[in-house]
T-cell receptor, first 113, second 116 residues
Framework: KQEVTQIPAALSVPEGENLVLNCSFT??????LQWFRQDPGKGLTSLLL?????REQTSGRLNASLDKSSGRSTLYIAASQPGDSATYLC????????????FGAGTRLFVKA | GAGVSQSPRYKVAKRGQDVALRCDPISGHVSLFWYQQALGQGPEFLTY????????KSGLPSDRFFAERPEGSVSTLKIQRTQQEDSAVYLC??????????????FGPGTRLTVL
């Protein structure tokens, strides 16, 4: 059964710092991995989607990498801003799970001004 | 263009009551997902529709949970005889096509259900 783990559970950094969020998954038979952002009381916003054949995706100050063989992904946020404060969720789709997308519990990020 | 909308945004039910939660996906989106999110946790998959066909309902926790999408657009998640453990945020998401590999899911704001 696929399990997704995110470390750290919470993170507080000063504005301007570069940071890395980690995601690990137990079964490498995935077809994609997505990173989402969730603001309090709101739904999820897709940030980046990496297909299984890809190694990384970039959007603005965000860069996500995927290493299927080791079951890991990282989300790199450059020059963090207070507006980046949110919960970041990692999710995988795997071939054994049908149409399921399996989420980690998230990393709560707080960027101090 | 409008995003995914859900109603009601908040629902309080007494234990044993039936509730119905509505999801309006982005117009033209083929795929629709329902998730349950407990406090401090990531969303957990409940069910998946491709147009009006329910292709995966493996995440529904019990036979008290029922979902439908009769015309391939609006979907309703119904919970019968609600229990306190059903208290959670219920999220709906839609995606344009039916590709599992490339389609981004767009989420609604969720319905927060509290069962007293």
């Amino acid at each position: 059964k696929q399990e997704v783990t995110q470390i750290p559970a919470a993170l507080s950094v000063p504005e301007g710092e570069n940071l890395v969020l980690n995601c690990s998954f137990t079964d490498s038979a995935i077809y994609n991995l997505q990173w989402f952002r969730q603001d309090p009381g709101k739904g999820l916003t897709s940030l980046l989607l990496i297909q299984s054949s890809q190694r990384e995706q970039t959007s603005g100050r965000l860069n996500a990498s995927l290493d299927k063989s080791s079951g890991r992904s990282t989300l790199y946020i450059a020059a963090s801003q207070p507006g980046d404060s949110a919960t970041y969720l990692c999710a995988v789709g795997d071939y054994t799970g049908g149409f399921k997308t399996i989420f980690g519990a998230g990393t709560r990020l707080f960027v101090k001004a | 263009g409008a995003g995914v909308s859900q109603s009601p945004r908040y629902k309080v039910a007494k234990r044993g009551q039936d509730v119905a939660l509505r999801c309006d996906p982005i117009s033209g989106h083929v795929s629709l997902f329902w998730y349950q999110q407990a406090l401090g946790q990531g969303p957990e998959f409940l069910t998946y529709f491709q147009n009006e066909a329910q292709l995966d309902k493996s995440g529904l926790p019990s036979d008290r949970f029922f979902a439908e999408r009769p015309e391939g657009s609006v979907s309703t998640l119904k919970i019968q005889r609600t229990q306190q453990e059903d208290s959670a945020v219920y999220l709906c998401a839609s995606s344009l096509g039916s590709s599992r590999t490339t389609d981004t899911q767009y989420f609604g704001p969720g319905t927060r259900l509290t069962v007293l």
